[in-house]
């Protein structure tokens, strides 16, 4: 089976940016698309990004756009998540998860995740 592992969380400041990083290990066939997430606590899981490695294609939600920037290395099977400007409102754990079908931003549509990755924003 497939191993995902994010790494690149912390503690910013408000305005900063940060980069998340998603490696896959493992079982990698059929990991055509993948996607990033997050989840605070009480509220839940938000879709944030999408891309398909081999083409580049990246799907976002209009709610993030412009400031969350998802990209990734097809050969490493790695996928990336840049956070520009971020708010204390952004603070989550987030996590990349492997696409398998179905609609980007419905969890169900994943069948491969992380273990998650903090992400805090004092003011």
């Known amino acids: 089976q497939v191993q995902l592992a994010e790494s690149g969380g912390g503690l910013v400041q408000a305005g900063a940016s940060l980069r998340l990083s998603c490696a896959a290990s493992?079982?990698?066939?059929?990991?055509?698309?993948m996607g990033w997430f997050r989840q605070a606590p009480g509220k839940d899981r938000q879709f944030l990004a999408a891309?398909?490695?081999?083409?580049?294609?990246?799907i976002y939600p209009n709610s993030v756009k412009g400031r969350f920037t998802i990209s990734g290395d097809s050969a490493k099977i790695t996928v990336y998540l840049q956070l520009d400007s971020l708010k204390p409102e952004d603070a989550a754990v987030y996590y990349c998860a492997r696409h398998y079908g179905g609609e980007y931003y419905e969890p169900s549509s994943y069948n491969a995740w992380g273990q998650g990755t903090q992400v805090t924003v004092s003011s």
């Open positions: 493992g079982n990698t066939a059929h990991t055509y698309v």
């Open positions: 891309i398909h490695l081999n083409s580049g294609i990246t």
